[in-house]
């Protein structure tokens, strides 16, 4: 076969590459990329580098918060104090509410004011209640001269960095563009979603430990820690936290150089200890805070089927006024949602989670009844990631969900507002 000149092999047509198919839509070409690659980028996204899909969820955070305050305002004018008031009175008053005023109490007068303590008789065992939050609020306040608009304020920023530390949570989970604000909204609109607007201790304590378990999941322990300890210093399930973090450590050693950071793991425990030793230098009693739960909210340790025949007896026994019995029906549907989580949790090998959740769910559930348990809701982020997988799947349960839980959203809030609120 005789051989090409040279000429016409330079002048010969290059066969053209086919190019790669496009997705039609771009914020499905961003869906397209690999799992892997998406958990690499959101892994090593900087803390303070806000994205759009970040600024996204800041937006949908300042319209509920704005939706909040259209309720309070409504509540003060349709549900006054009296039925005959013509003052609604004081914009802040809907949010001076139950544990507020014990939070208040402790940043402004401290745990033992004048001599005071358990010993005496109508004592408000305000030692139940974990100081992070009022020494974060004694400080506001000599910024913020209002004490209820400084608890107002650490609330609504805690609320803005618990929302998108959960947002990138679930894209690690869930890498569609979506998930992260899906999360968020089921969270924002989730029934007990008040207690993140007002001064209570739920989205501070999400300000610790969501940002704390994204740090565990970059292996950045000494930061994961550091914030579970500052979890523990708002709630006690701080240490819950503690150990879902201790869990995923272990989980993911691989040689022993992994190991260095094993000394850190024991800082989340650290003030709890503080606090107990505290309370024992003014009351002898290093188990103060607990007792303090035991006498004011009947925390004492009751097998978990003595706590759900108490409860169920209370809900639909018609030993409550009708306020305090749709409580304890709420109480009993929140432990259902909280022991079908963990059995999802369990069934997806997520140990630490599941771990997390169990913790809690003992805890709560070995009092002589139910108490706070759809509050404590707000805090088991996998269910939100688990709600936002389940509308990724099922397109129409999005709307479902929106369907059932706005109204009651709407009603725990008007609830609390009011000062109807009972558990």
């Not at 892997?36 to 918060?65: K, N």
């Not at 007002?198 to 704390?212: D, I, M, N, Q, R």
């Not at 950071?261 to 230098?281: E, K, M, T």
Request: glycine letters at 6%; a positive charge.
């Amino acid at each position: 076969m005789p051989a090409v000149p040279p000429g016409l092999r330079e002048r010969a047509p290059a066969v053209p590459k086919r190019p790669a198919p496009l997705s039609p839509h771009p914020r499905r070409r961003r869906a397209t990329m690999a799992p892997d690659r998406v958990r690499r980028r959101l892994l090593g996204q900087p803390a303070l580098r806000l994205s759009g899909a970040d600024r996204e969820i800041l937006w949908l955070y300042a319209l509920s918060r704005i939706a909040v305050w259209i309720t309070a305002y409504c509540a003060r004018w349709l549900f006054p104090s009296t039925p005959d008031a013509h003052d609604p009175g004081p914009v802040l008053a809907p949010f001076e509410r139950w544990d507020w005023n014990h939070f208040l109490h402790i940043a402004r007068d401290g745990y033992f004011p004048y001599g005071g303590g358990p010993w005496q008789s109508g004592w408000d065992n305000r030692e139940a209640f974990f100081p992070g939050f009022p020494m974060l609020l004694r400080a506001v306040h000599v910024v913020v001269p209002d004490w209820t608009t400084a608890g107002l304020l650490i609330s609504l920023v805690s609320g803005a960095v618990a929302v998108l530390a959960l947002a990138r949570i679930t894209r690690l989970h869930l890498p569609d563009p979506d998930a992260g604000r899906r999360a968020v909204l089921f969270l924002l609109v989730s029934p007990c979603a008040i207690f993140l607007a007002v001064g209570y201790t739920e989205s501070l304590f999400l300000a610790f430990a969501l940002p704390a378990w994204l740090a565990a999941r970059q292996g950045r322990w000494p930061l994961a820690t550091t914030l579970a300890a500052l979890a523990t210093t708002v709630r006690i399930s701080g240490l819950f936290l503690a150990a879902a973090l201790a869990l995923q450590f272990f989980l993911c050693v691989r040689t022993r150089r992994d190991l260095r950071p094993l000394p850190w793991l024991a800082l989340p425990a650290l003030p709890a200890v503080l606090y107990s030793w505290y309370l024992h230098s003014h009351t002898g009693d290093w188990m103060a805070w607990k007792h303090a739960e035991e006498r004011g909210w009947y925390r004492v340790f009751h097998t978990p089927w003595e706590a759900w025949s108490h409860t169920w007896h209370h809900a639909f026994g018609h030993a409550q006024t009708t306020g305090y019995g749709f409580m304890f029906q709420a109480e009993i549907a929140a432990m259902l949602i909280g022991l079908l989580l963990l059995g999802l949790m369990l069934r997806q090998h997520r140990w630490p989670e599941a771990l997390y959740l169990a913790l809690s769910l003992c805890a709560l559930g070995t009092s002589y009844w139910y108490m706070s348990i759809p509050r404590a809701t707000l805090l088991w982020w996998p269910l939100w990631i688990a709600l936002a997988a389940r509308s990724l799947r099922t397109p129409r349960f999005h709307s479902l969900y929106l369907a059932l839980a706005t109204p009651l959203t709407t009603v725990f809030a008007l609830t609390f507002l009011t000062g109807r609120w009972a558990g």
